[in-house]
């Protein structure tokens, strides 16, 4: 009889512990997924481009999805270790790093082609000018 019940407990713990695992590697590959869909909209975010207004509003959708990814991680049953999801905020942390140099970047390359389009500006005049006084 205390074999039985021994082993009904220990059949209840099997369960609830297999559960948990289940509930968690369900998780992680969501996460997994969704970190995945993030990379790609980076990589077409940084190689494709795009007026100011696009490249703000791709920026959001990325934003959206990575806080929607630390929302999920942060709303995990408290059973769960922090440990198992300590790799995916180290990497929306990259991300959101990614994100900042990206935007970075362009707000460069905007002040960059408006200093370029002054420039052209300046030569067009001066070369106007410099012609009307030679005659």
Known sequence: ????????????????????YNEIFEKQASITFKLDEITKYLYRLKNKKRTLGEHKQFQGLISNMRTDIENEIANTDSVVEEYQFQLYNELLVQIKAIQTIVDDYENESEEYLYNKELLEKCREKYRSEGGKSKK
């Open 1 to 20: 009889m205390f074999a039985i019940h021994t082993g009904k407990k220990g059949i209840g713990v099997l369960e609830k512990k297999h559960a948990e």
